[in-house]
């Protein structure tokens, strides 16, 4: 079965396509620049790299180069695009209504156009790929794999906010959490390294990347999650400032004259580690500043480890016994270094790490923990790509 996996920006679309019976990708891209001038695609094949420039107008146009060039006799790895089974599309926000993934229907549509008020910088790209994707593969199942749907366990406790409750029941005003779909896939990985049941694993996963969350896992279920009605809330990220207090919001406008949508680009766009260096959203260059004596670099590490380790342990709170603590994304899958600095110190909670089995591990997966810890501390490599592939191949088959 061959599964396309489609993934649409605002000006972009990642894809891979899976041969789901050999567990394999044959083939990923990313399409960059779509409506603007040096559109770009970049498309991997057995390694090898292709790089295809073409003026693309829109979503559709770059949905139809991509088809092409996965039937392209020097590119591709298919003859034609009926080989194409299933499309899984990741879709950002579900709102309360998706709690797993689904195939995709008209109503379907509708309900994701919906929730574009709750995401209207991600959902409107997916539901122009979604269209566009269903009009050049309009024989095959199309399934929705949400970002929020792994949430939908997090209890009204945990995810009300304490603000007038009539905002909840007129917006639906409340935490919803995302990256749902790699702290899911990490989470079943956990509890295959813990040899555990699904149903039996409590994890705490870190999904520390450009964006970053940290999730509790009860059970094999998510109880609460650090980014909340948008993904600005939690830990500090690249560009984002994560918690704050909101009053800051007010102080600033005053003393900037700034508009609520400048604020809004300050706390999205220039906070975070960027916001704290001075140097850059990217935490190589942070790191590199900080050993070469940059004062508000080092400054930012340490604000970025501290924070993390305090949800760490305010999840422990909600949880109980955790069986592991889970690391994943660029960082928490390659900063050795910063998983010892967020790991040291909570010895105390039954989380010892091994400096040196940490040291060395990256980007694979592992068990950093002394062999004595109470409680392990995993590395996994995310693949949301893959979680989706195995959702849309499940949905397909249960709607045949
Ligand atoms: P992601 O959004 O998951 O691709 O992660 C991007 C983040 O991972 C950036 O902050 C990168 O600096 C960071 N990252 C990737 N590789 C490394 C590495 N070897 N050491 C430190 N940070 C890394």
């Not at 040096?38 to 790089?51: A, D, I, P, T, W």
Request: hydrophobic letters at 40%; proline letters at 4%.
């Amino acid at each position: 079965m061959l599964v396309l996996v489609i993934n649409c920006g605002s000006s972009s679309v990642k894809y891979q396509l899976f041969d789901m019976a050999r567990q394999e990708v044959l083939a990923k891209g990313l399409l960059e620049k779509i409506g603007q001038p040096g559109s770009v695609l970049q498309h991997e094949r057995n390694s090898e790299k292709f790089s295809i420039e073409k003026v693309i107008a829109n979503h559709n146009e770059a949905l139809a180069l991509i088809l092409q060039t996965l039937v392209d006799s020097t590119f591709g790895v298919i003859k034609d695009i009926s080989e194409i089974n299933a499309v899984g599309h990741r879709v950002v926000h579900g709102g309360e209504e998706f709690v797993e993934s689904s195939l995709i229907t008209d109503h379907v549509i509708d309900a994701i156009e919906r929730f574009s008020d709750l995401a209207p910088l991600h959902n409107p790209p997916n539901l122009i790929g979604i269209r566009a994707a269903r009009s050049v593969l309009a024989c095959v199942p199309h399934v929705a794999v949400f970002d929020t749907a792994f949430h939908q366990t997090i209890p009204s406790h945990a995810f009300t906010y304490a603000l007038p409750y009539e905002y909840y029941q007129q917006f639906r005003l409340r935490r919803y959490g995302f990256h749902g779909t790699s702290h899911r896939y990490v989470t079943m990985m956990a509890a295959r390294m813990l040899n555990r049941p699904l149903d039996e694993t409590n994890v705490i996963t870190c999904h520390l990347g450009n964006g970053c969350s940290i999730t509790a896992v009860a059970g094999g279920r998510s109880i609460d999650t650090s980014m909340g009605f948008t993904p600005l809330e939690g830990v500090v990220m690249g560009t984002r400032c994560g918690d704050i207090d909101p009053a800051i919001t007010f102080f600033l406008a005053d003393k900037l004259n700034a508009s609520l949508s400048d604020i809004n680009n300050i706390y999205n766009k220039k906070s975070g580690l960027i916001g704290i260096s001075g140097v850059s959203n990217d935490m190589r260059e942070v790191r590199k500043a900080a050993e070469a004596g940059n004062v508000r670099a080092r400054l930012a590490i340490e604000v970025f480890a501290y924070r993390v380790r305090k949800y760490i342990g305010a999840y422990t709170a909600a949880i109980g016994r955790v069986h592991a603590v889970v690391f994943t994304g660029g960082i928490g899958e390659n900063a050795t270094f910063m998983r010892e600095m967020i790991m040291t110190g909570l010895k105390p909670l039954g989380m010892i790490i091994d400096a040196a089995v940490n040291a060395p591990l990256r980007a694979k997966a592992g068990d950093v923990a002394t062999p004595d810890s109470p409680t392990r501390i995993l590395v996994i490599p995310t693949d949301e790509e893959k979680m989706i592939a195995s959702d849309t191949v499940e949905v397909a088959s249960r709607a045949r």
